[in-house]
């Protein structure tokens, strides 16, 4: 096997890093026995994916003997075999590793030709080769994973446009085929497939129980937990995927989960790997920002972030740094763990007096709707700025994101210039910082109004793509391809670490998508009540009903270029 050795490493690498479970290639070394010259042939083995161990045999032999194949060297077709080492992995759960294949052809000085045949075991938890016998009762569940394979496809098949009915036939073969770790994964494939996440998750689940937990099977599993707004699941598995794989690229989706999930412990471990791979990572900083204490950690942490933003060419984050650094410029106490709400405002109203006015029972400000927003600190500093501040000794919650949002649109609509400022015990999100920094972007989801009826659907559409000029300098033109440019807003919304952007704008954004659709499809389009009255409004164009909706908030979560892009193939296929 030495001429594939090379091949083979990779292979086996690649299995530990990403979880592959079928080449469905092979690597053949030939020699032509016309001019000598070795190649190296890469062929393409689907067809034998799903084939017993006898007949990926047998299939290999006929392509290492076939004549049809000149020699790009000299061009000829050579009159008998040429000369072949064929290597062939298939992954087997129940081995937990590679099966190799092993087909060595050669010619001998009378013309016949020799076969010789052997197999291979490379596990993924070792690092030396096992030689199996061919009588070897293990190999018997090749064959079985090769059969169930094969029973999933023909039910694909046989219902190609009915993943029910798959589904189905599928759940009847688990039945008798008990907890087959690749019959589970190919029905969480189609319960995905299907829009089943919860179905699919459950599946995916069962399957890493009864079978090898692979990095692929588990970044599969908390892409579901994330459709399914379940950061912490999402977070604790892609954590497992790293630790089975080692690979990097995972990452800075790994610390912006765990930092929507609030595992600071896992944000912290994440970030400073991500920072020894990227030292410069404008993630990791921003996350590092949402672990640091009051107030020096945090200084720390806002100046690493402002000077990466700024050599990365992120506006916004740098904004968002110097805005608090500026602000923690005042003289801010530490919050001592011996301190407790009332020990901590009282220290912070001493520190501040040498500097400014201090006023411990601001007058409350009174919105248009009756709510009151005091504070519980208003300070105004010699040259007339004027800070309000929010003392939390409470877990920074989404519910607190909300309500320091709610305080801040309130003041905005007030016209009160006082600036924002939460101090909490616990380390604050970025994504809160951020919304509170008074940047452009900011404002956009701070102002963000929508009717959320979507009776007025144009009104939001103009109101969004009015949005996507103004702060991204994106123009939208109502064609699918602006679609791409919709993707990148809702992206980069979620890059800035703002979080969840609010309803109302994914609202503005739906309508916008919608009126899109209906352009494209070019029939009376309107909005109506979700199934049985509940649930989100539905887009019915014609006689087709489109769930744009839960679309374009799983796009603003997870990935819109997936979700808009599977739109778009949508319209196509009802385009006459």
């Known amino acids: 096997m030495s001429d594939l050795a090379d091949w083979l490493d990779h292979e086996r690498a690649l299995a530990r890093r990403l979880g592959v479970f079928a080449t469905e290639a092979s690597y053949q070394t030939l020699t032509c026995p016309e001019c000598d010259e070795p190649r190296l042939v890469k062929r393409r083995l689907d067809p034998l994916a799903r084939g017993s161990l006898q007949s990926v045999q047998e299939g290999l032999i006929a392509i290492a003997i076939d004549l049809d194949s000149p020699c790009p060297s000299c061009d000829r077709r050579p009159e008998r075999a040429p000369d072949s080492e064929t290597l062939y992995l298939a992954f087997s759960p129940r081995l937990g590793g590679h099966l190799g294949v092993e087909i060595h052809v050669s010619t001998t000085d009378d013309g016949r030709l020799r076969v010789r045949r052997a197999l291979w075991l490379a596990r993924l938890d070792a690092d030396e080769l096992e ?31 009915d993943a029910d009915a798959a589904l189905r036939a599928l759940a009847e073969l688990l039945s008798t085929a008990g907890e087959d770790a690749t019959l589970l994964r190919e029905l969480a ?78 944000t912290e471990r994440a970030a400073q790997a991500l920072q020894i791979t990227e030292p410069d990572s404008v993630v990791a900083a921003k996350a590092l920002v949402g672990t640091a204490a009051i107030v020096a950690p945090l200084v720390d942490a806002l100046d690493t972030l402002e000077r990466h933003a700024a050599n990365a060419g992120d506006l916004t984050a740098a904004a968002v740094a110097t805005h608090w650094l500026d602000v923690l410029a005042l003289p801010l106490p ?63 919650t989404r519910a607190l994101h909300q309500t320091l949002a709610a305080t801040a649109r309130a003041a905005r609509a007030l016209g009160d210039d006082a600036v924002i400022v939460p101090l909490a ?12 920094a008074g940047t452009p972007r900011s404002a956009l989801l701070l102002d963000a109004d929508a009717d959320c009826t979507m009776v007025l659907a144009d009104v939001n559409a103009e109101a969004f793509a009015d949005a996507a000029q103004t702060y991204f300098g994106r123009p939208l033109d109502f064609t699918t391809e602006s679609l791409a440019d919709v993707a990148a807003i809702l992206d980069a919304l979620r890059d800035d670490g703002v979080g969840d952007p609010p309803y109302p704008l994914l609202l503005l954004a739906a309508s916008y998508v919608g009126s899109v659709a209906a352009r494209t499809l070019g029939e009376p389009a309107r909005w109506v009540d979700g199934p049985d009255g509940r649930g989100a409004p539905v887009l019915e164009v014609g006689d087709t009903e489109l769930d744009i909706i839960p679309a374009v908030v799983r796009a603003a979560r997870i990935d819109a270029d997936a979700e808009l892009n599977a739109l778009v193939q949508l319209l196509n296929a009802r385009l006459p």
């Open 189 to 266: 494939r189609l319960a995905a497939d299907r829009g089943l996440d919860a179905v699919a998750a459950r599946y995916l689940e069962r399957a890493l129980a009864a079978g090898p937990a692979t990095s692929a099977a588990l970044i599969d599993l908390a892409g579901l937990y994330r459709r399914l707004d379940d950061d912490a699941a999402a977070s604790e598995t892609l954590a497992r995927a790293f630790e089975a794989s080692g690979d990097v690229d995972l990452l800075p989706d790994l610390v912006v989960t765990a930092a929507r999930a609030r595992r600071l412990g896992a």
């Open 334 to 396: 530490d919050w001592s763990a011996a301190q407790d709400r009332a020990g901590y405002l009282e220290a912070l109203a001493d520190e501040l007096r040498p500097c400014g006015t201090v006023d411990t029972a601001p007058q409350p400000l009174v919105t248009p709707a009756g709510a009151a927003i005091a504070g519980d600190l208003l300070f105004e500093d010699d040259t007339g700025r004027r800070f309000r501040f929010f003392v939390v000794d409470q877990l920074p």
């Open 131 to 161: 030689e199996l016998d061919p009588a070897d009762p293990r190999l018997d569940s090749v064959d079985r994973d090769a059969e169930l394979r094969r029973c999933a496809a023909q039910a694909e098949a046989d219902a190609p446009d």
């Open 425 to 436: 015990r616990q380390p604050l999100p970025y994504a809160t910082l951020a919304l509170l």
